[in-house]
């Protein structure tokens, strides 16, 4: 197991406040004080991140390309020569499928790329590489996916990538072999600024389609001030969103995007 996704779940929440919970209580005598610290950051930090508003109001922060008009899905054909759509998880060995399956983040993808694709004409490309090193790849799956459940067919797959930036490289890669260089980008809105980013630095014309927006009314009981399991994990997702729009132009600022 990659040593960067151990060290990520180990100090993204809810690891990350949980150790300060733990090093609270292991400081509990020998600094007061300072663990007192731990147990304010540890027990707010779990319930702002399982706050929906909290949800609400950091995604607005991120989601910064609009919603697509469906009345205008037709002419997106003029402005683009292909649909990438990114892999979004894998579920293991699910029984009533027989094997593995896109995970949630991932079929709602698909489904959009693929009503895209029907309304535009335009070719489709799945990229998501392995996961934990076992094959199939999410780019697989996802074409599988398209062609038996929604009856479209996938032109390029790229199963290589573990990253968005490696989504962008390699994908660029295959498109520039075959002389494509705008894109209809398709992934999560809060996704999209990190790889809108990472696409036109390897020098693609990027229309973005996002979806699955978590900055609207969050529709709870008491304005989202309860907290829920779901929004620990969504709020998670963000908050690592956030980590890579400031870590992704520090490593990457100055990759080359011409292979």
Known sequence: MPIRYMLKHL???????????????????????????????????????????????????????????????????QRAEAIVVLGGGRERDDPAWGGDQPASMALERLRYAARLARATGLPLLTSGGLHYGQPPSEAALGAEVLARDFAVAVRWQEGASRTTWENATHS??????????????????WHMPRARWCFERQGLEVVAAPLGFFGVANGRPA?????????????????????????????????????
């Open 172 to 189: 660029a890669r295959l498109l520039r072999q075959a002389g494509v260089t705008r894109v209809l980008l398709v992934t999560q809105a």
């Open 11 to 77: 100090f993204m929440p809810p690891g990350g406040l949980l150790l300060l919970l733990v090093l609270g209580w292991w400081l509990r005598r020998r600094m007061p004080r300072v663990a007192s610290c731990c147990f304010v950051l540890g027990v707010g930090g779990l319930w702002l991140m399982s706050l929906p508003v909290t949800v609400e109001w950091s995604a607005r922060w991120l989601e910064r390309d609009p919603a697509l008009a469906e009345a205008h899905w037709p002419v997106l054909a």
């Open 223 to 259: 304005g989202g001030w309860l907290p829920e399991a779901k929004a620990l994990w969504q709020n998670t997702l963000l908050l690592n969103e956030a980590v890579g729009l400031i870590a992704y132009p520090l490593f990457y600022g100055r990759a080359d995007g011409a292979e």
